[in-house]
């Protein structure tokens, strides 16, 4: 069967590379200051401006961070004008500010930190992408509410979704339970533990902690399975596929209406239209033109992670679990033991499946890799199901007391054995894999072989293995070139490091920070300043050296802020190195 959607979606997304590539076609396409009614024209040292709270404010350890639309400002010349455009607040607590609410600020907005350093996260470029362009902190005498907006449909989903996540907190759940079951039926994360994230990760099942495509799956799944009686003829399966919709977005809604949640929803829409007009849906197409829709309304959705992840999941997922299967025969029998085995052996290959599809993009852009991946799916992800309904029922039962406490005692069940899985699995030796080097070659060499892989096992034409092979000799040997180039490097990066000195040494893979005392008491702010940089050198060990302090070893030698590295001598001078004679 062919699938003529796929190559136009795949036409549209390589059009799309190559016009940013070599022409920057799309640098500039959503920078929000292009408009001329936005904001930024108008700023100024102090500027008043009267906003408007937009998303639902997070609590951070001593501020309340709120995104808020920019209604009107005020220029140095005292003229008032409206405008548009997102800006990033944090406001001093103790703060009531609420979502909706129209306030007075008196702001001094300043750009967020950009990628200062080698191969840092580049937080300006990430907010800007989000329509945000500037940030700013607002101490409480500096902002004034002047009303509470308790109209219109956006407030009445986030009041819904308070109310619901009200009902969560007066279960006899524990905390750390609450704030799974928040983030898992709600989006809603502030209230997950540093311990429960880590955990979740090291397991490889973060995603669960995120609404998306599995959640919005789930959903539908129960829908029709709630709708079981209705029959296959042609009008029930559109009456059925109309409630699945329905039910989908307004799920999708009450989740806080996140780009994540939006894509799969849209995409489980397309899936749905298929299964209501044809007895074997072309589910291929459905996806793909759901990326192509997806596509173009913001064609930077092509470099959106989340988007790169979510397709290659479902791609992978559809086109690659019934051929890997059939590597795993079982008997032909209608027995109870067959049937079990058989759900195993599907679970056990959309689990595999999944986790290949997206490990080069997850080894590209997070430089990790959680091994006992498998375990946490082939154990948690089946109570995903029975979790989800459970919790749904307890919210939507909550007015009765006895059912409330019984699907209560159900959830605290589930989230009780999930917790202690992944507490086992996060214990486990090298229960996440981090710092892996992985660049942009090797992730197209590795899409290679997993594509050809694919094709040998959809085709069963076992020659593609040899493809396979192939590429996957090119990406050992890759691996071995770069792995051998920093085995001989010897070298130094200055970082920039706002009122700090910071010069790192690199001798094949050990390397030598060298900064002031109070950087170096300060772990946090070097790794993510410098995290990246040093999985680019693929350093094993680093020694982070006071530059009061006197060390010397085969590689360098530090007194009195002078460094011998590599047959030279430097001087750290006002943030700066400088060679000496």
Not at 40 to 60: D, F, G, K, L, T
Not at 381 to 386: E, G, K, V
Request: one cysteine or more.
């Amino acid at each position: 069967m062919r699938h003529p959607l796929i190559p136009a979606t795949a036409l549209v997304a390589l059009v799309i590379l190559v016009c940013e590539g070599f022409f920057g076609f799309f640098s500039d396409l959503k920078d929000p200051s292009r408009s001329e009614a936005h904001y930024s024209h108008y700023v100024a040292n102090e500027n008043w401006m009267r906003v408007q709270v937009c998303e639902i404010p997070s609590e951070r350890q001593k501020t309340i961070k709120a995104v808020c639309n920019v209604l009107e400002i005020k220029d140095s010349n005292d003229v008032y004008y409206n405008c548009k455009g997102k800006i990033l607040l944090y406001f001093q607590k103790p703060s009531n500010v609420a979502f909706g609410d129209e306030l007075i600020v008196l702001t001094s907005p300043d750009l967020p930190d950009s990628a200062e350093n080698p191969y840092q996260f580049d937080y300006r470029r990430y907010l800007r992408h989000k329509g945000i362009l500037y940030t700013d902190y607002i101490p409480s005498y500096n902002y004034k509410i002047l009303c509470h907006n308790t109209t219109g449909w956006k407030y009445r989903i986030v009041s819904l979704r308070q109310r619901l996540i009200n009902v969560i907190r007066f279960s006899q759940l524990t905390p750390s339970q609450q704030g799974i079951a928040e983030a898992f039926i709600l989006g809603y994360d502030e209230d997950l533990s540093p311990t429960t994230e880590n955990n979740f990760r090291s397991a490889g099942i973060t995603h669960l902690l995120c609404v998306s495509g599995l959640h919005v799956g789930i959903v539908a799944m129960l829908v029709g399975w709630c709708l079981f009686f209705l029959s296959n003829r042609r009008p029930t399966r559109i009456l059925k596929g109309c409630i699945q919709i329905v039910v989908i977005w307004t799920f999708a809604i009450l989740t806080g209406i996140a780009p994540a949640t939006m894509r799969a929803a849209l995409m489980f829409s397309f899936i749905v239209v298929g299964q209501m007009f044809f007895t074997r849906p072309p589910t291929l197409n459905a996806i793909a033109a759901s990326a192509l829709v997806l596509l173009v309304c913001n064609p930077l959705l092509l470099f959106d992670v989340g988007f790169q992840l979510s397709y290659s999941a479902v791609f992978g997922i559809v086109l690659l679990t019934r051929p890997l299967e059939r590597l795993i025969p079982l008997h032909d029998n209608n027995t109870l033991l067959t049937k079990l085995l058989r759900k195993i052996r599907t679970l056990f290959c959309i689990s595999l499946v999944a986790q290949l599809s997206t490990m080069p993009l997850t080894l590209y852009y997070f430089h990790q890799f959680p091994p006992y991946f498998l375990i946490a799916n082939m154990t948690i992800i089946p109570c995903a199901t029975l979790l989800l309904g459970s919790i749904m029922l307890m919210l939507a039962f909550c007015w009765w007391p006895f059912l409330f406490k019984l699907a209560g005692s159900l959830v605290a069940a589930l989230l009780s054995a999930t917790e202690s899985i992944t507490s086992a699995i996060a214990s486990l030796p090298n229960a996440m894999i981090d710092g892996i080097y992985f660049d942009k070659t090797m992730l197209i060499i590795t899409f290679a072989v997993i594509v050809f892989v694919g094709w040998a096992l959809i085709c069963r034409q076992w020659g593609k293995m040899a493809l396979a092979l192939t590429f996957a000799i090119i990406l050992t040997v890759y691996a071995k070139i770069t792995e051998a180039q920093c085995s001989s490097q010897k070298q130094f990066d200055i970082y920039n490091i706002r009122n700090h000195t910071a010069v790192e040494f690199f001798v094949g893979h050990k390397s030598y920070l060298v900064c002031d005392s109070n950087l170096a008491a300060n772990s946090n702010s070097i790794d993510f300043q410098t995290k990246n940089n040093i999985i680019h050198h693929q350093i094993k060990q680093r020694t982070v050296l006071p530059l009061d302090t006197n060390y010397e070893d085969d590689n360098i030698m530090i007194t009195n802020y002078l460094i011998s590295f590599n047959n030279q001598t430097y001087r750290i001078v006002n943030h700066s190195i400088a060679i000496i004679d």
